[in-house]
């Protein structure tokens, strides 16, 4: 974990991030073990402060009235799978947040030891078209 906070504490200075990037954090998982790996990830992102982390325990169903969020991680209950969730795949997102993307993934291999693997929308289509989704609902940036 220390290497992450390191690495996005450097990210933050090379982006000159004025304001953190916002982070849905949903936790589905059924087990103590992945929740306090969840919480542990969590901690350790905002000690970066590089990012703003909201956590909930279901997707939003209803359209989202509040700020939306740059990125949502999706940790499902079963599986070998984590979904990053962003407005669109990473190879096109604009400078940093590519930087930013590959730093939430390595934070997910550290805090997991490779028990769960990250799916973006440009690797698997059920994240793709959940990110559409949230897109529809005002939940990521990008939205009505």
Not at 50 to 67: C, I
Not at 109 to 138: I, K, M, N, T, W
């Amino acid at each position: 974990m220390r290497a992450l906070i390191v690495a996005m504490a450097l990210l933050g200075v090379v982006a000159g991030a004025s304001q953190p990037v916002r982070l849905l954090i949903v936790d589905e998982t059924e087990t103590v073990e992945e929740s306090l790996r969840i919480l542990a990830l969590a901690r350790a992102l905002r000690a970066t402060e590089v990012f703003s982390v909201r956590a909930l325990r279901a997707l939003p169903t209803e359209p989202w009235k509040e700020e939306p969020f740059l990125f949502v991680l999706l940790f499902p209950a079963r599986g070998p799978y984590v979904w990053l969730l962003s407005p669109a795949p990473v190879a096109y997102l604009p400078d940093p947040l590519p930087l930013v993307y590959a730093g939430l993934v390595d934070g997910v291999r550290q805090a997991f030891g490779g028990a769960r693997e990250v799916r973006g929308s440009g690797d698997d289509l059920y994240p793709f078209l959940l990110s559409l989704h949230l897109l529809r609902l005002g939940v990521l940036v990008g939205g009505p």
